[in-house]
């Protein structure tokens, strides 16, 4: 079992930023491909975005693109949510997964992923 610890989330008004973290004390984090969810009372998991090992390639759900940004820097241990202009319908339980099916991987559905971390609360104000 992996362990994914999420930090970050919190209450800002719209059009502000949060930054989200999700760190793991696994050595082979590098060899993970690491995504982002959400969930909005009564939806279905979200995908917001996902970046390969290497940090080469990132891809996004529409409702996010060019809003947020996914990185990872693996000499930490760390994957990384950036959050901008963020909007009312933005609120939502946000979670990090990892996948270890390597860069081949690039599904957006939240039960494909391996290991997932607990949620963090993201709420944006009107």
């Known amino acids: 079992q992996v362990q994914l610890v999420v930090s970050g989330g919190g209450l800002v008004q719209a059009g502000g930023s949060l930054r989200l973290s999700c760190t793991t004390p696994?050595?082979?984090?590098?060899?993970?491909?690491m995504g982002w969810f959400r969930q909005a009372p009564g939806k279905d998991h979200e995908f917001v975005g996902a970046?390969?090992?290497?940090?080469?390639?990132?891809y996004y759900g529409d409702s996010v693109k060019g809003r947020f940004t996914v990185s990872r820097d693996n000499a930490k241990n760390t994957a990384y949510l950036q959050m901008n202009n963020l909007k009312p319908a933005d609120t939502a339980v946000y979670y990090c997964?990892?996948?270890?099916w390597g860069d081949g991987f690039q599904s957006t559905s939240f039960d494909e992923f391996d290991f997932w971390g607990q949620g963090t609360q993201v709420t944006v104000l009107s």
């Open positions: 997964a990892a996948a270890t």
């Open positions: 696994e050595r082979t984090f590098s060899s993970f491909v």
């Open positions: 970046i390969r090992r290497s940090a080469d390639t990132t």
